[in-house]
């Protein structure tokens, strides 16, 4: 017999494979964007409808942003910065795309960025010419 929690389902955090600071640094964010008059907001936490997953054309990749909101001006996007084993080439790629749409859909791209991290972001989003707006978090 299987134990018990094997039969539950999987969390979108879980699919996100975000880390508890991640999951905290993505619940202050939410209290800023909402203060800010965000609406519709979508996040990768499971009190919040999940936003949707977005294929990068020509290829197979996918990702699914951490928060998106709107507000009467258009869709925006939001990242948490976090440095990771992953391939950075995937994470360049995804905050381009992100940025991209963000600019298509008159929003903004959002980097929510965790205290000790800024430098690193800042040196990312020069290095590849990637439109981002930093939002620091403690």
Known sequence: MKPSHLNEPTTVKQKANLTNTDTRTIYSALDIIKSRGFESI???????????????????KSFIPHITARTNNGKHYFE???KSKKDPVELINKWMLLSS??????????LIVPHGKLSYTK????????NATLLKIK
């Open 42 to 60: 979508r996040a990768v936490i499971s009190d919040y409808e999940s936003p949707a997953r977005l294929t990068k054309k020509g290829t197979e």
């Open 101 to 110: 749409l963000a600019e298509l859909r008159n929003g903004t791209f959002f």
């Open 123 to 130: 040196n990312l989003l020069q290095e590849h010419s990637i």
């Open 80 to 82: 948490i910065v976090s």
